[in-house]
């Protein structure tokens, strides 16, 4: 997946609820400089040419990634919002994971959106969905 398609689809989970923090402005910035795509703003993001259907890693640790920058992002403003979860269900989706699977990652995301999230619980998930 190119990092300008991945930007985009977090600028999507962002702009979701109608309400874009400086928490999530913060996360995203933060994202695009680890994977070299350098500082844009998000009106950069949300202009970007991109076609109607990204590829899609085919790796499960990268969609795995993507997975997490998304679940981490709508847990950034501290406020989880019905549109973030089903915009996280639909890209989970397209990534090729389970509903239930990412309904669990969500659930957890959601009871620790004030503290840090347990990375064990996540990862018992993850195996259990894959086994």
Same mark, same amino acid.
């Given at each position: 997946?190119?990092?300008?398609?991945? @930007?985009?689809? %977090?600028?999507? /989970?962002?702009?979701? +609820?109608?309400? &874009?923090?400086? =928490? *999530?402005?913060?996360? !995203?910035?933060?994202?695009?400089?680890?994977?070299?795509?350098?500082?844009?703003?998000?009106?950069?993001?949300?202009?970007?040419?991109?076609?109607?259907?990204?590829?899609?890693?085919?790796?499960?640790?990268?969609?795995?990634?993507? @997975?997490?920058? %998304?679940?981490? /992002?709508?847990?950034? +403003?501290?406020? &989880?919002?019905? =549109? *973030?979860?089903?915009? !996280?269900?639909?890209?989970?989706?397209?990534?090729?994971?389970?509903?239930?699977?990412?309904?669990?990652?969500?659930?957890?995301?959601?009871?620790?959106?004030?503290?840090?999230?347990?990375?064990?619980?996540?990862?018992?998930?993850?195996?259990?969905?894959?086994?």
């Amino acid at each position: 997946m190119k990092a300008q398609e991945l @930007l985009h689809i %977090l600028y999507n /989970l962002c702009v979701s +609820d109608g309400d &874009i923090s400086r =928490e *999530e402005v913060s996360f !995203i910035s933060g994202i695009a400089k680890e994977i070299g795509a350098g500082h844009l703003s998000l009106d950069e993001i949300k202009n970007l040419k991109l076609g109607l259907s990204p590829e899609y890693p085919k790796e499960e640790r990268d969609r795995m990634t993507i @997975l997490y920058y %998304l679940l981490f /992002l709508m847990k950034a +403003d501290k406020h &989880i919002a019905e =549109e *973030e979860k089903k915009t !996280i269900q639909h890209f989970g989706f397209k990534l090729g994971f389970s509903e239930l699977l990412v309904d669990e990652m969500i659930e957890i995301i959601e009871n620790n959106k004030n503290s840090k999230v347990p990375p064990d619980e996540l990862l018992q998930i993850i195996i259990r969905h894959n086994n």
